[in-house]
Nanobody
């Protein structure tokens, strides 16, 4: 089993920044694909960013150039640095660890609200 705990969400003004953290514990290793998803009210959960154990990253188009995903394998921690935040970024952000269909874990989510 893997446990994921997100932190770092909050209320920020448009143009501001936040850094989300995801601390993983349990049977996790660097092979796991780590991702951040988000879900806005009334919308489906969407993939925001992904990082492999080797550091290869992928971003959804709407956050490219503004968000940066990173991981510290030795600490089993994944980060999402979010800059130039927009109201459309408002959502609950979830951390995900994936290593096959039988090893797919989610955190409880952290709320990010971008508003003036």
């Amino acid at each position: 089993q893997v446990r994921l705990v997100e932190s770092g969400g909050g209320l920020v003004q448009p143009g501001g920044s936040l850094r989300l953290s995801c601390a993983a514990s349990g049977a996790i290793d660097s092979v796991f694909l780590m991702s951040w998803y988000r879900q806005a009210p009334g919308k489906q959960r969407e993939l925001v960013a992904t990082i492999t154990g080797g550091g290869t990253t992928h971003y959804t188009d709407s956050v490219k150039g503004r968000f940066t995903i990173s991981r510290v394998n030795a600490a089993n921690t994944v980060y999402l640095q979010m800059n130039s935040l927009k109201p459309d970024d408002t959502a609950v952000y979830y951390c995900n660890a994936f290593r096959g269909s039988s090893n797919n874990y989610w955190g409880q989510g952290t709320q990010v609200t971008v508003s003036s």
